[in-house]
């Protein structure tokens, strides 16, 4: 990913943000969650993006947000289910979202999978349990290249479950992070410096 493209997604997400604490009263700045979704896609779309990881891919509904916005910048994402039963599904919804030759669905826990996958990422959304986040985050991480993206999901509404997490990525010198939660459930945006 270019410098430049980074920093307009880091300006974007910072713009989100801002209009989420001053919000003009005007209750269309609070996007709904379908929007958030497509956000990330754009996020992916406006990058260049060529190596994406899903952590937690449920029934594909993110996998298949991100894979259309991969479909521009000539990327692939690999995600990872947990659950043999909703991977099963996931790699159907991908199928017949006609993303087949862009999302590679992985079956299994993360934990084992993503030291099993070669090479690093520049684009990565977490959105598994909750309590796992930092033990992901420590995993995942030092693959990711500099200026890459780390998402994760549910940052404000289970912060919570995370506060171990949330305190590794904010006020860390080797990262710029911010947090867009234009409805209740909150994305952090984690930008990879060097
Ligand atoms: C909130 S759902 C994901 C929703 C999905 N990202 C979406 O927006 O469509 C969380 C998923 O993470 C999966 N999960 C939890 N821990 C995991 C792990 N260690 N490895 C892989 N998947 C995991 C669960 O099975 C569950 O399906």
Do not use: C
Not at 51 to 65: C, T
Not at 88 to 104: E, F, P, Y
Request: no cysteine.
């Amino acid at each position: 990913m270019s410098e430049r493209a980074a920093a307009l997604i880091f300006a974007f997400a910072l713009g989100l943000t801002a209009s989420r604490v001053a919000p003009d009263a005007q209750s269309s700045s609070i996007l709904p969650p379908d929007v958030v979704k497509l956000l990330q896609a754009l996020m992916v779309a406006a990058s260049g993006v060529t190596r994406a990881l899903e952590i937690g891919g449920a029934l594909g509904y993110s996998a298949i947000w991100i894979g259309y916005g991969l479909r521009q910048t000539g990327g692939r994402l690999t995600t990872i289910e947990y659950d043999p039963g909703r991977a099963k599904l996931l790699v159907d919804h991908i199928r017949r979202a006609g993303l087949s030759d862009i999302v590679t669905v992985v079956p299994g826990d993360a934990f084992k999978e993503i030291p099993r996958l070669a090479g690093g990422f520049d684009f990565v959304f977490l959105d598994a349990w909750k309590r796992d986040y930092k033990r992901f985050f420590d995993l995942v991480f030092p693959r990711l290249v500099a200026r890459g993206l780390f998402l994760a999901h549910n940052v404000v509404n289970k912060q919570a479950e995370m506060r171990d997490f949330l305190g590794a990525i904010q006020n860390n010198p080797a990262m710029m992070t911010t947090v867009v939660s234009p409805s209740a459930e909150g994305v952090s945006v984690t930008l990879k410096l060097r």
